[in-house]
């Protein structure tokens, strides 16, 4: 039944041109996990560097651009 769900899920997004990726579920995962850590409003380099480290990311450099308060926030709107 889940796997149905998936794959009619999946469907939708193929419709507006967004496709299920390795790479974009990985991401989706960093973004949610980030929000997870978020404290006063900020990530500090510490929790970037775990992030790097907890998806066997070489460097936390390479998240910066992409794990930001700015994306966290266009993805999860219940973070302020």
Do not use: C
Not at 21 to 33: D, E, H, P, S, V
Not at 53 to 65: A, V
């Amino acid at each position: 039944m889940t796997n149905m769900l998936f794959i009619e899920e999946s469907v939708q997004f193929q419709k507006v041109g967004i496709y299920l990726t390795a790479k974009l579920i990985q991401r989706i995962g960093m973004i949610n996990q980030a929000r997870k850590l978020i404290k006063d409003g900020e990530i500090s380099i510490n929790d970037l560097k775990m992030e790097a480290d907890r998806f066997h990311i070489t460097s936390y450099h390479n998240l910066k651009g992409y794990v930001s308060l700015r994306n966290i926030r266009k993805t999860y709107l219940d973070v302020v």
